[in-house]
């Protein structure tokens, strides 16, 4: 416990521990620990003497901050516009499918989170997804079931 | 400083600079609806009830009216036509979030109700509370999460329990302030103070169905 | 970066410059193996590191240059592998081509053919300008992608690069920077077209003793990805852009605020700003001459509304990323409340090429009213996805045909977005349109910030509208009426067309909502959401008609409204459907015409991808001409 506060209050100090440095300060937070753990966010608070309410009003304005555990993988599906008209809809029910999640939820053993994302840059593979590092083409249920097995 | 003259509804009227068009108009006998307004608290521009036609060398354009500050030789229109129209419409939009919502105004405006989508959570998200609670009473009790449609207020607990006997029941409580009443109506489950559950926060609005409250993204254990 | 040394005044700048030039052959061998998104997506890594380990091996490392440069362009046939100094594109490669790359072209001077263009008529390209996918831009922003790594301050020196800057800060005034903006003609290529020059001014004039300069580089289309193309590839014209800007209106600090989504983008920039701390052309007294300046990188948490200018303004101050309800504009009240101007990166990378070559080249590029050339993300359903630059005044159609290379699998076209969740569709007979800010705004999209989505006749209009409202709809900031619930009735009156319950007075209800909302909502967000339903109901109202009247989907796309079968007269009975069938709802022998269940049938589209293009056996129909043909559920499972 005293390790993770320790290494809150590096982060923070590496931002000069000002207010304005808090969406900084988060979103390093975030990677280091994945998601945001509630012990952590009200320590931020007391160190920046940044009222809660503050907090939470913005950690769930962004869209990147998650406020529940990631999964130990990620599954990103591209709802970007070139890839919706090739298809993303019935790409992202497919993998939903086969991770048995809905999009924006993490799979009960934490294995697996389903996300989606806009525009990966990549829309000549569109409909187009990531999973962990792998970009992945238009996959049938099958491609991402072997995907999905082949992760620890 | 010196006085700005400015017209409203064809009648020439002098304010103070910084004086905005809602309190210009008010003074000059305009009748504006306001929802999100509240005297002593920074003008917020939520609810746009308040909305006026402004006309500046010819050009009309519309302006949330608590907002907008007084400017030299502006013609302000408080009933327009296109005002009354735009009235009209958001009305139809909140008395879908609230149908408690003043009959009497929506008569005035001739609100068609039906057409819209049902969404009964009574909260307008005017922000009064919270805003109340934070920039006024300093005690932060009171927030909003999320954005968009998800975007709902919540207490936190903690805070509630500490903070809230402080204004509880006297003239300093956020109920008071609630234009919707629905705080106010249903205190003993609404009223932050009043609850003793060991969430760490949880969302003040009132909804018909309790599925709708799961946000989209996760609150996590909020 | 030879060795650091801190340039003191002009002189040494020139002096720097010279050594880089003179330090250069301009025949030495390069190659530049493209690590944009889309072919980092190709695996252009692998591709990379090929080439680092043969080159070492075939003992040419050391006469030949290796870089991993941003986004060439032509991201469709990604890989991209370009020698240079004759610009020989290969495309698609992959690693085990890197071999024969090193052995035929570096040492033997010739072609790896089959890894050229081919045309039309079958003939291989060889040089990357002569492909008709590049013959057609005018590169002047984004060409020197290819040139220059983007971690080499050398490579972007050697191009001319700071020589702007140098320019500005020791033989301009102020006020000259912004006259030759002013008159240049530059407008704003973050959406609102507003003229840059005008902007710069406006920030420049108020008594203030801070001023901000900002870099949008939020990208929030969310089919685009040009202004990532820039910053990684080319971070210091951005950077550049963005000084001069500064010296011109006085600012002595700039921010970059860019999505997080970004971190080759993020890594590239600090990069560049590390070095050029270190050569002293950022920090205090720059050259000698007075100017200070230093730069902010600010990460985007992910928030499309942060991309408007006073939001982004309050997330930099570390604040939620709503926009200001106040009527006062940022070049006077911004950032922390003082002066600041905000523009795009696309705007800021034109800068240097302004003030190097003037206004008056600028203005020879372009229209009446839109100057310069213009970066698209051209995507969706065209055959060369890909980013491109072109001279504004260029038609859609060009664009599309010429450097797209028409619709993919030659099917129809049918309408291209521009201008992302803010814009609208145009349709096939208004592709004669030109590029310009005007007029596309007249014809009710815009030229937003570059995203240029091709749509095909398998594309519903209707169910594209939705699908920006439902973007929308979570990206708005929630705080005013119009916007929140405009957007969110708007949204429940979409469902019920693509779910076939709409009635013919929801049109009308469309309408007043989205009148309402253009005029009354708080921010650029909720007034320009409607545009996209507006403009499809525009040019495409038969679509709207079609799913209200008879229940049907032209596009085939509303799952509610559709229904497989397979055309018995042409089903060949290859069982390549049966194969994809997630739920076992196609049966049949082989040879023989297969049959789908459609009570079991998910509608997951697979079956109709996979018949063979030579087949197309399986058909879509109405939903509501299954129901007819068989009664009950039960019948059909039978069936
Ligand atoms: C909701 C919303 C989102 C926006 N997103 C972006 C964006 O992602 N990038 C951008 O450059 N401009 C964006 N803009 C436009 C900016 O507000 C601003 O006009 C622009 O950055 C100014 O730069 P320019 O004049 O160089 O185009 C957005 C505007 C709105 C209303
Ligand atoms: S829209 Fe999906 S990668 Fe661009
Ligand atoms: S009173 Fe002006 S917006 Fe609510
Ligand atoms: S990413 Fe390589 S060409 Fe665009």
């Not at chain 1, 990677?31 to 907090?55: A, G, M, T």
């Not at chain 2, 805003?131 to 975007?151: A, M, P």
């Not at chain 3, 969110?488 to 009308?508: C, I, K, M, P, W």
């Amino acid at each position: 416990m005293l390790g993770k506060l320790a290494a809150v209050d590096k982060i923070i100090e590496a931002h000069g521990s000002e207010r304005e440095g808090l969406i900084q300060i988060l979103l390093d937070i975030q990677r280091e620990f994945r998601w945001l753990p509630k012990d952590i966010l009200e320590h931020v608070s007391k160190r920046l003497d940044v009222p809660i309410n503050y907090i939470y009003n913005l950690t769930t304005f962004y869209a990147h901050f998650s406020l529940v555990p990631k999964g130990r993988h990620s599954m990103h599906v591209c709802m970007g516009t070139a890839c919706h008209v090739r298809g993303a809809e019935r790409l992202l029910e497919r993998t939903s499918k086969v991770l048995g999640i809905k999009p924006g939820q993490t799979s009960r053993d934490e294995k697996f989170s389903l996300d989606t994302v806009n525009c990966l840059g990549a829309c000549a593979l569109g409909p187009v997804m990531i999973a962990d590092d792998e970009y992945l083409s238009n996959p049938t249920m099958e491609d991402i079931r072997r995907k999905a097995d082949s992760c620890e | 400083m010196s006085e700005i003259k400015l017209k409203i509804n064809g009648e020439e009227v002098t304010a103070e600079p910084g004086t905005m068009l809602l309190d210009a108009a008010r003074k000059a006998g305009a009748e504006i609806p306001t929802l999100c307004n509240l005297e002593g608290l920074e003008p917020f521009g939520a609810c746009r009830l308040c909305v006026v036609e402004l006309i500046r060398g010819g050009r009309s354009r519309i302006v949330a009216s608590c907002l907008y500050p007084v400017e030299e030789g502006i013609d302000v229109l408080t009933e327009s036509e296109k005002v009354v129209r735009y009235r009209r419409n958001i009305l139809e939009l909140l008395e879908a979030r609230w149908p408690l919502i003043d009959k009497a105004l929506l008569e005035k405006y001739k609100v068609n109700t039906g057409r819209m989508a049902r969404r009964d959570n009574f909260c307008i998200m005017c922000g009064i509370c919270v805003r109340h609670c934070s920039e006024r009473r300093k005690l932060n009790v009171l927030g909003f999460v999320g954005r968009g449609i998800e975007r709902q207020v919540v207490s936190y607990t903690m805070r509630a329990k500490e903070f809230c006997p402080e204004c509880f029941d006297k003239e300093l409580s956020c109920l008071k302030f609630c234009p919707t009443g629905v705080i106010v109506n249903d205190c003993a489950t609404r009223c932050p103070a009043s609850r003793d559950e060991e969430a760490f926060a949880k969302p003040i609005r009132v909804r018909d169905d309790d599925n709708a409250i799961a946000v989209k993204k996760s609150l996590g254990d909020l | 970066m030879s060795e650091i040394e801190k340039l003191l005044n002009p002189s040494d700048f020139e002096a720097f410059q010279k050594k880089i030039v003179e330090g250069r052959d301009p025949n030495r061998t390069a190659v530049a193996v493209c690590s944009g998104p889309g072919c980092l997506a190709y695996a252009s890594g692998k591709v990379f590191d090929r080439f680092k380990v043969e080159l070492l091996e075939s003992g040419l490392a050391e006469e030949v240059t290796l870089a991993q440069t941003g986004c060439h362009g032509f991201c469709e046939r990604g890989p991209s592998v370009v020698i240079l100094p004759d610009e020989i594109c290969y495309l698609r490669v992959s690693p085990d081509d890197v071999k024969e790359i090193i052995e035929t072209t570096l040492r033997g001077g010739g072609i790896v053919e089959r890894l050229l263009y081919k045309g039309e008529d079958g003939l291989p390209v060889q040089k990357e300008s002569d492909i008709p996918f590049y013959k057609h831009q005018q590169k002047v922003v984004f060409g020197d992608n290819k040139r220059i790594d983007p971690r080499s301050i050398d490579d972007y020196i050697a191009r001319g690069g700071y020589t702007a800057l140098v320019k500005a800060i020791t033989t301009m005034s102020p006020e000259t920077v912004i006259a030759e903006v002013k008159e240049s003609g530059l407008r704003g290529r973050g959406g609102g077209g507003f003229p840059a020059g005008a902007k710069w001014e406006a920030t420049a004039k108020p008594p203030a003793d801070t001023r901000y300069v900002i870099v949008n580089a939020d990208e929030g289309d969310p089919g685009a990805y040009m202004d990532r193309g820039i910053l990684e590839g080319n971070p210091h014209s951005v950077i550049e852009g963005l000084m001069i800007g500064g010296y011109a209106i006085g600012a002595n600090e700039g921010y970059i605020y860019v999505r997080q989504e970004y971190p080759l983008a993020i890594d590239n920039v600090l990069y560049a700003l590390e070095v050029l701390r270190e050569i002293g052309l950022l920090g205090e007294n720059i050259l000698g001459t007075g100017f200070n300046f230093d730069i902010i990188v600010h990460k985007g948490a992910g928030a499309f509304v942060s991309g408007e200018s006073s939001a982004l303004m309050s997330a930099i101050e570390g604040r939620v990323g709503e926009p200001r309800p106040k009527y006062i504009r940022t070049s006077i009240s911004g950032l922390r409340g003082k002066p600041s101007c905000l523009n795009n990166v696309e705007t800021w990378a034109n800068v240097p090429l302004i003030i190097n070559k003037g206004a008056d080249w600028f203005k020879s590029i372009g229209t009446e009213g839109s100057k310069g050339t213009k970066i698209f993300s051209l995507v969706g359903n065209v055959k060369n996805t890909g980013l491109v630059e072109v001279p504004m005044g260029m038609t859609l159609r060009q664009i599309i045909f010429d450097i797209g290379g028409g619709i993919r699998d030659d099917k129809e076209f049918k309408a291209v977005q521009t201008g992302g969740p803010s814009g609208g569709v145009i349709p096939e007979d208004m592709l004669d349109l030109h590029v310009d800010y005007d007029e596309l705004y007249a014809a009710g999209s815009m030229m937003g910030s570059g995203g240029m989505i091709v749509m095909d006749k398998d594309t519903c209009m209707v169910n594209v509208a939705k699908y920006f409202l439902e973007f929308l709809s979570d990206e708005s900031c929630g705080k005013c009426v119009p916007c929140r619930d405009g957007i969110d009735q708007l949204l429940e009156v979409l469902q019920r067309l693509t779910s076939g319950n709409a009635l013919e007075e929801d049109l009308e209800l469309i309408e007043d909502i989205s009148l309402m909302m253009k005029e009354c909502a708080l921010c650029g967000l909720g007034q320009s959401a409607p545009n996209p339903v507006l403009s499809s109901i525009k040019y495409f109202k038969d679509e709207y008609i079609a799913h209200i009247a008879e229940k049907r989907c032209p596009g085939g796309v509303c799952k509610a409204l559709i229904a497989y079968t397979i055309d018995k007269e042409k089903c060949i009975g290859c069982g390549k459907c049966m194969k994809v069938c997630p739920v076992a709802a196609i049966t049949g022998e082989k040879k023989s015409p297969h049959k789908i269940n459609n009570a079991l049938c998910v509608k997951c589209d697979s079956c109709y991808q996979e018949c063979p293009a030579k087949v197309q056996a399986v058909t879509k129909i109405r939903q509501a001409d299954v129901i007819t043909a068989f009664a009950t559920s039960e019948e059909a499972a039978n069936e």
